[in-house]
């Protein structure tokens, strides 16, 4: 009998693969399914959604990724560009609604930009952080949210949803995170 040794390399597939399982489970809302409640119900953290009786689901969404306080957003942008479009501004201000509720009043959040691998790795990173900047700042100015609520972080292409297909809309989006 042959025993197989645990590589290193074998390792930190498993551990990758692992990663990725975490971030397919987010849910991922495309601007007709962005709306108020929705926001508010998936950025609600679970320790919150407890001390209620009832609490919608978002469709297609992971229980863990709700409980997590996460949604992720189809909030897309011109390539190689951090200029709001039109489209955009309509999902942010649903996201502004959402933050802005009595529900959410009390939390704050971490903005994340993600972008696909089609530019180098510091091209990616800066042009992510460029893009949460541009959210943070339209949802400031827009709806008088307090800069210390709204945290832009860029992830460059490091979080893919879908590897499959790395230039794929799906990896090209925000990701907003309750952070208390």
């Known amino acids: 009998m042959r025993r197989h040794r645990f590589t290193p390399f074998v390792a930190l597939l498993v551990v990758g693969l692992a990663a990725m399982t975490v971030h397919a489970a987010e849910p991922l809302l495309k601007p007709g399914q962005i709306t108020e409640s929705a ?75 993600h972008a696909d691998p089609r530019g180098g790795v510091d091209y990616n990173l800066r042009l992510s952080e460029e893009r949460a900047q541009s959210v943070v700042a339209y949802l400031m100015d827009r709806y008088g949210l307090p800069a210390d609520r709204l945290q832009p972080v860029g992830k460059g292409a490091s979080e893919l949803l879908n590897a499959q297909q790395p230039t794929a809309p799906e990896n090209r989006r925000v990701t907003i995170v309750t952070t208390r």
Do not use: C, M
Not at 50 to 78: D, E, N, V, Y
Not at 83 to 108: I, M, W
């Open 39 to 113: 926001l508010v119900d998936a950025l609600t953290p679970a320790d919150e959604a407890k001390s209620r009786s009832i609490r919608p689901t978002l469709t297609g969404a992971a229980p863990s990724a709700q409980a997590a306080g996460r949604a992720g957003l189809l909030i897309t942008f011109q390539t190689g560009s951090a200029d709001l479009t039109p489209e955009t501004r309509s999902a942010l201000d649903e996201v502004g609604k959402a933050l802005k509720s009595d529900r959410l009043a009390g939390f704050s959040f971490r903005i994340e930009g």
